[in-house]
């Protein structure tokens, strides 16, 4: 799954490019060119061009609001200071010790706060 | 033995007190001279005085404090503007340490002095958390000393009292 150039890729996004092209020059068309002369060329069965400028500005809107739903679901989920969530977790609450070998290297672990706190701000002389 | 600590908050600025009612004024005599109301002025009047207690009341706290009593008990009392003291206990039997915690708050990592409460079925464990200070929130230069204070009286608890 390497992210080298392949002939496929290279067909995939060449049609990709051309397809997107001649959607642009489609949408153009229909928002710009006046009803009567589509009309004219039998093309009768088209959406109303009021959404040719609804649906770029929804759009926007989403986008917008993406941003600030974002912000808001990232604060929501952020744990309260009142939780054990800030200090613990499942993982944490779960772990074996090893025992302690001599001169060896001490196992990962999960050090409880208060020990954690003895060693920060009560320095021992 | 026992011990209190106090962190005060800021007293209520005059400055932000009449920017405050001068704003709640303005804005009223703006509607008044849109809708010709008398009422609006009088209202206007009626809110920041209501607004002004209730505020002083119930959301101004300008002591919190922290009684450590390594026999007892923990109590936390915060007295607000108004003179109105809301005090909590917590008995010794269920306080497992009382710590410094870093935890993320409005977008902001905070430094905030925790009460652990014990789990009566796991002794590792932390059944809860009460974070104290929270309306001064007090740096960490502040919370260092109320800490090593706190654990001086906790370390009494373990080593049963002497009989004098």
Redesign the interface.
Known sequence: NSPAPLPERAIYGFALFLGSWFGFILYLIWAYVPETWLFSLGLTYWPQKYWAVAVPVYLLVAVAIGYILLFGMN?MS??P????H???DNFA?KQQQKKFQEEAIPALRDI???EV??M???PEK | SCRELAVRGPRLQLRSLSAATSAVWLAAYGLFAISENSMVLSAAIFITLIGLIIYLHFVKIDQESLLVISSLGIQVTSSYASGKESTTFIEMGQVKDVVINEAIHMQKVIYYLCILLQDPEDPQGVSEVVPLFQSSKPRLDCLIEVYKSCQEILEQRKTPPQSS
């Open positions: 604060m952020t744990a200071l009142n939780s054990t800030t200090i613990t609450k409880p706060i208060s706190n003895r920060f701000f009560l």
